[in-house]
């Protein structure tokens, strides 16, 4: 997607951009926000005195291809090719022929990687450019190491990624994932971890779509589809409050509604297409999603946080007391109030849920919330 056609992210980007200047980010939100969407405007954005570079990492499972998928990256964008290629020779004679895109390193053991790690990002700190490393599902790739090659491989590598931080100023990382860091973390935690490897990392939460820009979206999409709309604003209105304002959603409302686009759209075909999708077999909108993940994400206590959820889709607001007393009644051995605090303050990090000055638990958005009703039959 081409930065022309995203729609209500300048001011964020532009706060990104002055953030960055200072220290590294990590983006967190809601699934659908549109994070690869501010990730692509902030790497065609760049000024000629940095260099933006974007690495999907999800598919990484060692620190070795971590260390030269970055190699492949940076290179192209230094003037130190052939230095690199002589360092690379001398140490690993892993270059022959080859360009400086295709290096491939051998699985290095955890002294070897460690150096090779350190020396890699201190090339770009000798460059003189400024470097914004754009590491999207960064925490996909950690849990595939721990899971791999342990928890002190996991825990090293995030522990050098923010020493090259302190060091390097002029290196700068955007740090993203559709699972959460925190869970990745609460893990390692649990494993004898006791490290906060993000410490210096400012989080930033990325919102829904403002309401006009939402609305502006929305419209776009009916010109762009050639729908008849009789009340385009009305029509505009009504999807974006049903959806959260959240984009993908009003992407998927719009594309419903193309399905019979000699009708015209009113208000209560687009509440008909928001609700079909609630119950459509084949899950076009990966609603499915909110349920599934807690199971990777919180383990053995998967069915507690089940049942958090429930009772607040039933009674929303909900009190604390009554999470507590309804995992009570159907769990036993009993959590505490202090284990019902966490694993709310968890589901809050996933956007699940949020607390109001009252002290009393909501889902976030209501269209997470009406997918779980629905989809766990809670009427």
């Known amino acids: ?41 902030l790497q065609e954005l760049a000024d000629d005195r940095t260099v933006v570079v974007y690495r999907d990492l999800e598919g990484i499972d060692s620190p070795s291809r971590f260390i030269e998928n970055t190699l492949n990256d940076v290179l192209p964008h230094i003037g130190a090719g052939k ?10 004679k892993v270059i022959g022929g080859m360009e400086l895109r295709d ?7 955890p002294r070897d990687w ?11 700190g000798d460059d003189g450019k400024d470097f914004v490393l754009l590491c999207d599902e960064l925490p996909l790739m950690v849990e595939k190491i721990r899971t791999r090659h342990g928890p002190t491989e996991a825990i090293d590598l995030l522990d050098l990624l923010r020493e090259v931080r302190k060091a390097q100023p002029n290196v700068r990382m955007v740090l993203t994932g559709s699972i959460g860091l ?48 009789p009340e385009p604003d009305a029509a505009a209105a009504a999807l974006v409050a049903s959806v959260d304002r959240i984009p993908f959603y009003i992407h998927h409302v719009v594309r419903g509604l193309r399905a019979r686009a000699s009708e015209p759209v009113t208000v209560e075909r687009v509440d008909a297409v928001v609700d079909a999708a609630f119950t459509d ?45 309804a995992v009570a009644s159907r769990h036993q051995p009993a959590s505490t109030e202090q284990e019902v605090h966490e694993l709310l303050s968890l589901l809050a990090a ?30």
């Open 114 to 124: 460690r150096r090779l790690l350190v020396e890699v990002f201190g090339m770009l």
């Open 281 to 325: 077999p084949q899950d076009p909108w990966k609603l499915r999603y909110y349920d599934e993940r807690i199971d990777s994400d919180f383990g053995a206590r998967a069915p507690q946080v089940r049942t958090i959820l429930d009772t607040i889709s039933i009674s929303q607001p909900a009190a604390f007391a009554a999470l507590v007393n």
């Open 182 to 229: 925190h869970h990745v973390l609460a893990k390692l935690r649990a494993e004898g971890n006791t490290n906060d490897p993000i410490n210096d990392v400012l989080m930033v939460t990325v919102e829904p779509l403002a309401e006009a820009d939402a609305v502006m979206l929305a419209k776009r999409l009916f010109f762009g589809e050639s729908l008849i709309v």
């Open 350 to 379: 996933d956007h699940y849920v949020t607390l109001d000055r009252n002290g009393h638990w909501s889902f976030a958005y209501e269209i997470v919330g009406r997918a779980w009703r629905v989809r766990r039959s809670l009427g």
């Open 83 to 92: 230095r690199v290629r002589e360092w690379l020779r001398d140490k690993y």
């Open 103 to 109: 290096i491939t390193l051998p699985e290095l053991g």
């Open 1 to 41: 997607m081409a930065s022309g056609e995203i729609l209500g992210r300048d001011d964020l980007v532009a706060s990104l951009r002055r953030d960055l200047e200072v220290q590294s980010v990590g983006l967190t939100a809601e699934r659908r926000m549109g994070k690869t969407s501010i990730l692509t405007l």
